[in-house]
Each structure stands twice: as C-alpha cells, then as structure tokens.
C-alpha cells in the first residue's frame, strides 16, 4: 500500500480513529434502543478511548480539524482495520462478547501498522507505524486485561424466551 | 440533470447533518444501519442540503429510513413508494428524491411498479435493501429468497426460482444499475452518489443482511467482490454479464444513456391549457 509521506500516513491513522469510534458510539445506541444498558456502557467507553486517540494525532500533528483524507481512505479491507464489523452485535450479547469484538479490532490495528512498518515507505513513516503498532500492541494487552474481570457469558445467553421468530 | 446543487461556496454539510434525532429500532447489526449511514454521507458528498431532498418508502424494517433523515420524508404504503415518488418528482423535479424499498416491499407487492419506474426513466434514485427475506414480519420468504432455503414458515424452501432484479430492471428500462453491500458503507456511498448523479432511474440494489431472521448472511462479507469488469453502456452487454452475475459482483454494473423523462410540453401549461386539449 502506497503511503508517501508522514501527514498521508497520519491522516489514515486518524480516519481509522474516528471510525472505529464512530462504529462503537453506533453500536450503544443500538443497544440502549434494545435495553442492553451494560453493554452500550462498554461500547461508550471503547468510543471515547478511540476518540481520544483520534485527538492525540490531530495535537501531534498540530492539526486543527480533521486532515484531507486520502479518496475513500483506500482501504484494503472493506472498512478501516479498527472498525467493528457492524454485522457483528446481538440484541442479547454479554460483555465479554464486546470485549472479544474490540480485542480483534485492535489486534487488526496492530497488524495494519506492522504492515505499513515492513513495507517500502520513507523513514519517517516506518518510525511512526512502529510507534502506532506498539500502542496497539499495548491496547491489546489492555484489553485482554479487561477480559479478566469480566465475567463468561452464561450458557444460553442468546435464549430469548420471548424470542423475534414468532411462527404462528 | 434537474438535481439540485448548493450554491458555489455555501457551507458543506456532514453526514450526520442528515441523521435525524430518531434512534432507529432495527436490531442490533442490521445492515440497514450502514445503508442509513451510507445514504447520509452520499448527500453530504453530493452537496446537497436536507431540505432539497425526500426520502421515500413503502414499508418494512427497510422502509423506516426516512424518518432517520432531516429530508422530507414519506413513510407510505406497502409496495406503492415508487408511484408516490413518481409524482413527487413529477411535479418538483428540482428536489432530490431517493426511494428506499425492501426484497419484499420492492420486488413483491411493488414489482409492477418497479418495471414502470424504470420504464418511465425519471430522475430517482431507487435503493432497495434486499436481504431475501420479509424481515418486519418474521421471516416469510421473499422473492429474492433462495429457492432452498428452509425455515420454519416455508419448510424445504419454497422451491421457487429467484426473482433477478438487476436483469428485470436493465429489460425494462432502468438507466442506472449498481449493487453494493452495506457492510462497506463508504463503498455503498460512492455508489449512491454516483447513482444520484447520473440522469434517469438509477436502482442500487445493496446487499443488507437480516442478521435475525438470516443469521448466515454475516458470510456476505466473505462473498461479495468488487465488479471485474467496468459498467457497461451496452445494454446487450450489460445483459449478458448480470444474466451470469453470482450475485456478489458490486459496483457500477449498467450506465445507460436514456435521457430521463421530461415532462411534455416544459410540463409548464396552465389547467385551462391542459383542459382544451381534451375538448374536440
Ligand atoms: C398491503 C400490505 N400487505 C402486507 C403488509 C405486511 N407487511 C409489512 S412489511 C412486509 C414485508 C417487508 O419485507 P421487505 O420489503 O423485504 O422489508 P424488510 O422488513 O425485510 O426490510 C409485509 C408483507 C402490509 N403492511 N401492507
Ligand atoms: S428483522 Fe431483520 S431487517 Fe428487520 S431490523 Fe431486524 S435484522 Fe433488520
């Protein structure tokens, strides 16, 4: 993947931000509208820290707002390696099922700027893709640190006993 | 084109200028988040202000986008979005109208609207989100439905062929046919902008799963492909490609060159005028 310049690199980095915020702020509303408060907490927090991210490059790069982004971001996957599946939620889901949702997002992060760090990209590109797969790395670990604490789904957990597929 | 544009050097818009305060009640996953997502970022693309644009439906869990949407919006009756954006476009065709329409409520109790739409040619933009299932009302199979698709409403499948809208809507006239999938919701996007752009019915059938009634349909992401080859603006071309079509192939398939319907006569007479032509 062709990536010319540091502000090229930056920019993508911060569109891949800002959509996989976006997707998790998407994916707590759709489960506050179903009553699924704990998990639309989870999803909120994992917004806000994407968001965060999103700032930190806009300070580091002294951006005011958001960077020309380049056309349709170029993606080689169908969405921003960060971003959620949106296919991927459940009205039922438990939070570990969140948690297991963010732990291959980021993991898929790390990978993407471990990609761009290996590939034939100026100095100053390779240095900043390291960076970013080390933070990435460090999400990971967070996360799967998260996972501890948080409880397994219960068997079933996707039992409706009122359940959408009514047949009569 | 008759679209509306905004003036050289009004302020942009974002996508989410065009989301209304109305949180959407599909279930969590539904492709048609993304389409939603996808058609509020096309008009920001487009330039376009919400309040030179309509939506409108029929009903299903698809046909509740308007309300989501700052445009105009009409939420109408089962199958019958066409007819009404028909004559929206008809008597204002400086306004933007999208028609949002499922498998069933477009290709079913719609289909003979569908053919005429794309016969009359009007500058609309037609989007259906088929997820070859009637999802609003649990589940019954529609006519995108896989002939062997078993469930507990249509045990063994129905055993019908399916309905192919793409090749239906290039024999009957449609001057603009593209397929895109709502997981790649800026792909999706693209796609309707460039529909939106192009003069005529331009129909964008979008791959939307059902993840509750169709579970399986998350594999979509691992099926769809973008078109090998350039859209065509050969309709004998075009035609042998979407008749061999695995379903899959997404991006432009079909860009005619019909000029889109005008109305006779400027469309501008008075009712006197119109009146005398039916007097002997
Ligand atoms: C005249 C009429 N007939 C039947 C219905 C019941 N009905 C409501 S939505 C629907 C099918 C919707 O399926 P589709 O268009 O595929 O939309 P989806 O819900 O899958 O998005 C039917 C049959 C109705 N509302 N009005
Ligand atoms: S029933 Fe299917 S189409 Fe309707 S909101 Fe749920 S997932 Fe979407």
Redesign the pocket.
């Known amino acids: 993947m062709p990536v010319p310049s540091l502000e090229d690199f930056m920019a993508r980095a911060y569109a891949m931000e800002l959509e996989a915020n976006e997707r998790y702020a998407q994916f707590a509303e759709q489960l506050d509208t179903h009553n699924n408060r704990e998990v639309a907490q989870m999803f909120r927090k994992l917004a806000a820290v994407e968001a965060l991210h999103a700032k930190r490059i806009l300070e580091e790069m002294g951006w005011p707002s958001m960077p020309a982004l380049p056309p349709a971001y170029a993606w080689e996957t169908l969405e921003a390696p960060e971003t959620a599946a949106f296919d991927e939620l459940h009205y039922l889901m438990q939070p570990m099922h969140a948690l297991e949702i963010a732990l291959k997002c980021e993991q898929q992060a790390q990978k993407y700027f471990e990609d761009i760090a290996a590939g034939d990209v100026p100095p100053a590109v390779k240095q900043a893709a390291l960076e970013m797969a080390d933070e990435e790395r460090e999400h990971v670990q967070l996360i799967r640190d998260w996972m501890k604490r948080v409880p397994q789904p219960r068997p079933n957990w996707d039992e409706d006993p009122d359940p959408p597929r009514v047949t009569e | 084109m008759g679209q509306r544009v905004n003036a050289p050097g009004a302020p942009m818009l974002a996508p989410k200028d065009f989301k209304s305060d109305y949180k959407p009640v599909w279930c969590p996953g539904c492709g048609?988040y993304s389409v939603l997502s996808a058609i509020t970022k096309a008009l920001a693309m487009l330039a376009l202000k919400p309040e030179n644009v309509a939506v409108v439906s029929?009903?299903?869990?698809?046909?509740r986008i308007p309300a989501y949407t700052t445009c105009y919006g009409f939420h109408g009756?089962?199958?019958r979005a066409l007819p009404v954006a028909t004559g929206l476009k008809a008597a204002r065709p400086d306004l933007t109208v999208l028609v949002a329409?499922?498998?069933?409520?477009?290709y079913?109790?719609g289909g003979n609207h569908f053919l005429h739409a794309c016969r009359r040619n009007l500058d609309l933009t037609y989007i259906v989100?088929?997820?070859h299932?009637?999802?609003?009302?649990k589940g019954?199979p529609?006519p995108t439905t896989e002939p062997d698709w078993s469930s507990k409403l249509a045990p063994g499948g129905t055993g019908l062929r399916e309905f192919h809208p793409l090749v239906i809507a290039l024999a009957s006239g449609a001057n603009f046919i593209a397929r895109a999938y709502s997981g790649d919701p800026n792909g999706c996007a693209a796609l309707i902008a460039e529909a939106v752009r192009h003069p005529g019915f331009s129909f964008v059938e979008v791959l939307?799963p059902?993840v509750t009634f169709r579970p399986e349909q998350r594999e979509w992401k691992t099926m769809v492909h973008p078109a090998p080859v350039a859209a065509t603006d050969d309709p004998g071309r075009a035609a042998r490609r979407l008749m061999t079509d695995d379903g899959f192939n997404v991006g432009v398939l079909y860009k005619g060159k019909r000029p889109a319907y005008a109305r006779a006569n400027g469309g501008n007479q008075t009712v006197e005028a119109l009146a005398c032509q039916f007097r002997a």
Do not use: A, L
């Open positions: 048609d029929g009903i299903g869990c698809s046909s009756v089962h199958g329409s499922g498998d069933g409520d477009g079913s109790i989100m088929d997820n299932v009637y999802g609003m009302t019954q529609s939307s059902c």
